[in-house]
């Protein structure tokens, strides 16, 4: 049986979720049709463009860049506030729907995953009827649009599903990479990163064909396994499987790009809670608990920080990867306002496993206390550097 895979990926994801809440609620604008973005807000033009809709898009608005920029180029733009929280029930509506197909879903994002369609292919009558099928019951039942690409691996399927969007199903299948493929420029090949870009520019290489035909140990050369991988890529090789269940070294987790920057410790327990629910909420669903937490945070001037923690058992309980998570920020805070914030679990273990008594249970009952010593210490620092009430523990507060 040939290998078929999808990619369903949600058109403006921020942007769409937001505009069927509004409509729900009596809105009589769809912000989908009109230059509107998610991100930052009207008043302060603050933050940074999240999402953009399509009539924002031709104004030359770009995802990532200032909102003071994006109103510079179009004064009447509309904005909406994002609310992580909305968009991860409808992402979770989502895929529960499409799991109604198939349970061999990867979730690579809030709004896309792939699904293998190999075993249930021959409850169709072709695979792009299926697609179709799905896009279409998608924005039936609630309102919104997905691309889906087809293709036999994902790196495929996740080229046709960016192919000309909304509301669309392609095939990019091998004996299509020339026409379909190769002419798009270099920069636009999956995992081709602004430096790669740069580079490959230099030698010459312009499209995804260019570097197609190239030799594949110069670009090792000059980009080592990266090139070789993007080499790859760009002839359409890619053998990695369809993981409906988490890898262990991979693990589960979840940052939140902040429409704002963040500067005080309070603010930032708020974001690592709702990161925790997820995180913890996604182990459960996938019957596994976590031995490793790391945190990760990028400060405003773009700079990033990871710190990272073994526990001595394994947890899938949101309290204490929240715990962990925010002794982790303490430890490693340098004061600078933040832009992200990640939680991620690694060295997952099946939740069914017995769980084994740590050496420290056993061995040393006074470990609580030597993990509230740490705190506090961690507290005292903070407080030193910031002031008294920068920090203080859940029991303190009125
Ligand atoms: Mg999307």
Known sequence: MATIIFHIDVNSAYLSWTAVEQLKNGAEVD????PAI?????KSRHGIVLAKSISAKKYGIRTGEPVANAFRKCPNLVTAAPNHKMYREKSRQLMDYLRTYTTEIEQVSVDECYMDFTKIADKFASPVAAACEIKDGVKNKFGFTVNIGISS?????KMASDFEKPDKVHTLFPE???LKMWPLPINELFMAGKSSVDTMKKLEINTIGDLAKADPALIELHLK???RMLWNFANGIDDSQVRSKPSEAKGIGNSMTLSEDVATYDEVQKVFKSLAQSVGGRLKKAGQKAMMISMEVKYHNFQTMSHQRQLSKPTD???EIYDAACQLFLESWNGEPVRLLGIRTAKLVDASEPEQLSIF???MPEKPDEKHQKLNKAMEEIRKKFGDSAVMKASEMK
């Open 31 to 34: 912000l989908r049709t009109i």
């Open 176 to 178: 299509e990479i020339p």
């Open 153 to 157: 691996n994902k790196l495929l399927a």
């Open 38 to 42: 998610i991100g930052g807000d009207q």
């Open 225 to 227: 396994s990266h090139g």
């Open 361 to 363: 249970d056993i061995k």
């Open 317 to 319: 309980k949101e309290e």
